[in-house]
């Protein structure tokens, strides 16, 4: 839909913000992980969680990958004339796919952000990141869309024409585009029994499944629902504010909904949207997204995955 150069705009992304990476680096120290190797980063895209990686990592070394070249170039220019911090910085055209090329037991860290649900193979990803980790390491992936969450929000959407409807407005064509664009995205990434490959959005995931998969292959997860790295740097604020709030920013950014549709949206399913407000008015829900961590077991320890 759009090329490398328009991604921040598209999804409203601020440049070269640390504050992402920085919260992964704090995560990195209360999971007491491991830092004393390198971190490898898959799927820099325009460099929103790469920079404060790069600021604050502790570890010798961070090779920053994304198979686009053109994604490569901007993470690489977010550094500029900018501080950094200690860690050397690397980078490398590099897909997902490839990660059996990479020597076993070399990364103490490996990160995604957004990106997993683009990996073909997402049980085959896991595994080969379990095998690239040093014991004490840890996979960490944020930004990933959870599939009840998800399911959810387009449930709410498939009643917009109804609710438009009973409130007297007709659907534009363009809507009716949109909107089916965004009901048809989700039902697709649902499906599992399709062939994904061409798509770019591929999958959307329930953390159990992902804890199946990490403990087959002796990672340790543990998932922190709704959570964005973000949360665990200054001013350690929850990014997250409800279903309703989440909902809007997901249509506008992602699905490109535009000014009236969204007013309209706001007005006639005020009802729905409260409803889901307040089951959760006293913890944070329903899970959209969460930062996913899985920690390789040390080869002394033994598992427990209670
Ligand atoms: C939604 S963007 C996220 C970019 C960035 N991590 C962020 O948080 O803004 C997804 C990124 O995944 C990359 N990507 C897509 N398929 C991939 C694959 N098979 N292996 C590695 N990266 C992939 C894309 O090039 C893109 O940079």
Not at 57 to 77: E, H, K, R, V
Not at 208 to 213: F, L, M, Y
Request: net charge negative; hydrophobic share 35%.
């Amino acid at each position: 839909m759009h090329t490398e150069e328009d991604y921040n705009t598209q999804y409203g992304v601020t440049p070269a913000d640390p504050a992402e990476g920085e919260g992964l680096c704090n995560l990195l120290k209360t999971h007491e992980v491991d830092t004393s190797g390198p971190a490898l980063e898959i799927g820099c895209g325009t460099g929103y969680l790469t920079f404060g990686v790069g600021q604050h990592y502790p570890g010798p070394d961070f090779l920053i990958t994304d198979p686009s070249p053109a994604f490569l170039c901007l993470t690489q220019n977010q550094f500029d004339g900018r501080s950094t911090g200690t860690t050397r910085r690397h980078y490398a055209v590099f897909n997902a796919d490839d990660l059996s090329l990479l020597p076993a037991e070399m990364f103490s860290v490996i990160s995604l952000r957004s990106t997993l649900h683009h990996i073909l193979h997402v049980d085959d990803f896991i595994a080969g990141c379990a095998r690239a980790l040093k014991p004490g390491g840890a996979l960490l992936m944020g930004a990933e869309p959870v599939e009840s969450g998800y399911l959810l929000m387009a449930s709410v959407a498939k009643f917009i024409p109804t609710a438009l409807r009973a409130a007297g407005v007709d659907m534009k064509p363009e809507w009716t585009r949109q909107l089916n664009d965004f009901t048809d995205t989700v039902k697709f990434s649902c499906i599992r029994d399709i062939d994904k490959r061409t798509a770019e959005d591929k999958h959307m995931f329930h953390p159990h499944d992902i804890a199946e998969v990490g403990a087959a292959h002796g990672l340790q997860m543990k998932f922190l629902p709704t959570a964005t790295f973000r949360d665990y740097a200054p001013p350690f604020a929850r990014s997250f504010k409800g279903f309703t709030d989440f909902f809007f920013i997901y249509i506008q950014y992602c699905m490109r909904f535009d000014a009236e549709f969204l007013e309209l949206i706001r007005a006639h399913l005020k009802d729905q949207l409260s409803y889901i407000d307040d089951c959760y008015r006293s913890h944070p829900g329903p899970a959209m997204t969460g930062v996913f961590l899985l920690k390789k077991t040390q080869r002394n320890q033994s598992r427990d995955f209670s």
